[in-house]
């Protein structure tokens, strides 16, 4: 069974701070991870992957995450955030085999940046 | 390109009525999925067209819910008898790769008195 834990329901951070959001997974077998934006009112919008190689993933607008099989972790981070990243973010994993290619979400970390 | 389409975005149905929800994706991709969103339960898989076959529908709820794909520039999701908690957001969503990029359209926000 595929389970993604996101740890932090919210996190409120100040405009220019670095800001870290906390994935965990569980799965016996190869993965794709990946992390989501949604804004307020809209679906779901793609920013990064992590399939194989290079552990630490380059995203739109400045974010990055850092896969670890020893923590299970994909944590995503930002060196600056901008008050329009303000929105939910979701981690997700999928089966890297099979013929699914269905997503599972964690619960979703709503990130609020004040100015 | 429009993105993934869904309407309407918006319906109310008294307990009992029927629902429909529409979803165009986006041109060229082979694969359609759809998710339902509460503030509850998170984002949760119902099902997942792959060439306008159903590939997996294991969240499906077994009674009231079925979804269809007739070509490929359109796939629905009936809700028959609904319920009030079957009050959500339903998102669909197109890929066109194997490596599970997800596209979303806006969703139907589904509201049943």
């Known amino acids: 069974t595929q389970t993604v834990s996101q740890s932090d329901a919210h996190v409120t951070v100040f405009e220019g701070d670095s800001v870290e959001l906390r994935c965990n997974y569980s799965y016996g077998g190869s993965i794709y991870l990946s992390w989501y934006i949604q804004h307020h009112g809209h679906g779901l919008q793609f920013l990064l992957k992590y399939y194989s190689g290079n552990p630490v993933v380059q995203g739109v607008n400045g974010f990055e995450a850092e896969f670890s099989k020893s923590d299970s972790s994909f944590h995503l981070r930002k060196a600056s955030v901008h008050w329009s990243d303000s929105a939910v973010y979701f981690c997700a994993v999928s089966a890297r085999t099979g013929n699914t290619g269905k997503l599972i979400f964690g619960l979703g970390t709503t990130l609020q940046v004040q100015p | ?113």
């Open chain 2, 1 to 113: 390109n429009a993105g993934v389409i869904q309407t309407p975005r918006h319906k109310v149905t008294g307990k009992g009525q029927e629902a429909t929800l529409w979803c165009e994706p986006i041109s060229g991709h082979s694969a359609v999925f759809w998710y339902r969103q509460t503030i509850v339960q998170g984002l949760e898989f119902l099902t997942y067209f792959r060439n306008q076959a159903p590939i997996d529908d294991s969240g499906m709820p077994k009674e009231r819910f079925s979804a269809q794909m007739p070509n490929q520039s359109h796939s629905t999701l009936k809700i028959q008898s609904t319920q009030p908690q079957d009050s959500a957001v339903y998102l669909c969503a197109s890929s066109f790769d194997s490596q599970n990029t997800l596209y979303f359209g806006a969703g139907t926000r589904l509201s049943v008195l």
